[in-house]
């Protein structure tokens, strides 16, 4: 088994329902993250149409909120900018499919790392509870992949 194979292979649960009951999770914050978290910073094709926003672009406002957390974000904004609106926006798409969960996993799980350590804790933990949740979910697609209720384990299917 290649390399590329072990990461997307997901780890398959022993009875349906309790992969139904970890996939329910990544869904609903897959769907929440590429809809409307994702999508208000990030261009894609169910963007808001007021924002004016072109396929894969930042919204304007969100590398100067990115160089305003310091150091190395504001060195280079829109590079951070892009890459955590990307996490949110098709990393959130493929955690509602089950595509490369373990990836878009990681990347998802860095994204709300960021959100919450360098944007909302000075605001407090109850405003760092989205992002939290976000996290541990994504934890939990880190670890398990996308189990039966994905594509990941369609692919795997056919390739093993």
């Known amino acids: 088994m290649t390399h590329l194979q072990k990461i997307i292979k997901p780890i398959i649960m022993p009875y349906w329902w309790q992969e139904f ?42 590398p100067n909120d990115v160089a305003s957390y310091g150091g190395i974000f504001k060195m280079f904004p829109v590079f951070f900018a892009w890459m955590g609106a990307f996490s949110e926006a098709v990393g959130g798409l493929f955690l509602f499919i089950g595509f490369q969960t373990r990836i878009a996993s990681f990347l998802v799980m860095s994204a709300m790392l960021v959100a919450i350590f360098m944007q909302q804790i000075g605001e407090g933990i109850w405003n760092c509870l989205p992002a939290m949740g976000i996290l541990w979910v994504s934890l939990f697609g880190l670890v398990l992949g996308s189990g039966r209720f994905g594509l990941d384990y369609l692919l795997t299917k056919k390739l093993i």
């Open 21 to 62: 009951l970890t996939a329910l999770p990544r869904i609903i914050c897959g769907y929440l993250l590429t809809s409307s978290f994702g999508a208000d910073k990030f261009g894609l094709p169910w963007s808001a149409a007021d924002q004016n926003l072109r396929l894969f672009e930042v919204v304007f406002w969100f």
